[in-house]
């Protein structure tokens, strides 16, 4: 093969013919980060760094006034680099989500918030209704919201109906590294959704993120998958080979599955035949 | 904390009680909110603020921003987040 067909071939493989925007703006990256429990600052830039990540989540806290500056993350993250997608973490109504999309809208990055609007502690599952309420209070105030809900339909055309620009429905619940519980309901809301549809929590391993990207699904955001590796910078790097990998397998479409074997190699011209 | 070790109630006549995320503080009256964030070392490009339950969007102004007794502030900022 000449030199030139196989950078042609690169070129094709590399090719997406569905580019990943989100409310007009592109990405290059599927994978987002969180840049939470990391054990330390260094560790999470270079996490970051291996992931090929653009989008990276942030927290809304208070300042602890008894400590130094130095905890704040925009001394580690240059928000120049990367794009901060603040969340609602934490908060369990919609009027508190609302306080702290508008504090992080507040920030001067910009008006994009992963709305979340938890229902149970234990579980960490979302409040469908409370999210809602505040997905129609934040679009209405100019925010590009990117909604975490669980994997129903009926919530996330709900969400889509209400202006979110993404929705974000859980592989499992938050932290937990079970994988994807129910691919169905995931195919199901990326198949019914115009807006992009970006799995958020549960992914525990690069098998996972890659099984995800195969259902076709626009994205993927995860924190602990990766902070709690044992090597957190190489499972960035795993995390990124297995969503370009599971979105390679998706445009390429899979083989059938079957019940009987097929052979490979021809079942003619065998010896003494 | 007063010396006493207990909360403040009330402040002399020089000084203003506010709250600042949760914890009663005293400080000198006529102080300006850019005078409290320089006291805590704080720059007031990586923070938010809220004051009685209004997020400040204009940063210059904090120069000018007088504290008031019972003032509630929430001082907040990003941290690493899933």
Known sequence: ?273 | MTESGGVVTQAVASEVVITVNGTERRVPSGWTLAELLASLELDARTVVIERNGTILRDRPSFASIELAADDSLEIVHFVGGG
């Open chain 1, 1 to 273: 093969m000449a030199h030139a067909d196989l950078i042609s071939r690169e070129t094709f493989t590399d090719f997406d013919p569905q580019p990943f925007v989100i409310a007009g703006r592109g990405f290059r990256s599927r994978l987002m980060i969180g840049t939470g429990k990391y054990a330390s600052n260094a560790q999470m830039i270079e996490a970051i760094e291996a992931s090929g990540a653009e989008v990276v989540t942030v927290a809304v806290r208070r300042v602890d006034l008894d400590r130094t500056k130095e905890e704040g993350i925009l001394h580690h993250l240059d928000p120049d680099h990367f794009f901060l997608l603040a969340n609602t973490a934490g908060c369990y109504t919609a009027s508190d989500a609302i306080r702290y999309a508008r504090l992080a809208r507040a920030a001067g990055f910009n008006e994009w918030v992963k709305l979340e609007v938890i229902g149970d502690q234990q579980t960490l599952l979302p409040d469908n209704v409370g999210l809602l309420e505040a997905t129609k209070t934040l679009v209405d105030e100019g925010f590009k919201v990117l909604a975490y809900t669980n994997d129903d339909l009926v919530a996330a055309l709900k969400l889509e109906d209400a202006g979110a620009v993404a929705v974000m429905p859980l592989a499992s619940p938050i932290g937990s590294g079970l994988g994807m519980l129910n691919p169905y309901a995931i195919r199901t809301i990326k198949q019914r959704l115009s807006v992009p549809v970006i799995v958020d929590a549960g992914v525990g391993t690069a098998s996972d993120a890659c099984v995800v990207m195969e259902q076709g699904v626009d994205g993927i955001l995860m924190n602990t998958g990766i902070a709690a590796a044992q090597d957190p910078v190489r499972m960035a790097a795993a995390m990124k080979s297995a969503v370009e990998a599971g979105r390679n397998a998706y445009l390429a479409g899979r083989m059938p599955r079957r019940e009987v074997a097929v052979p490979s190699s021809p079942s003619t011209g065998m010896l003494g035949s």
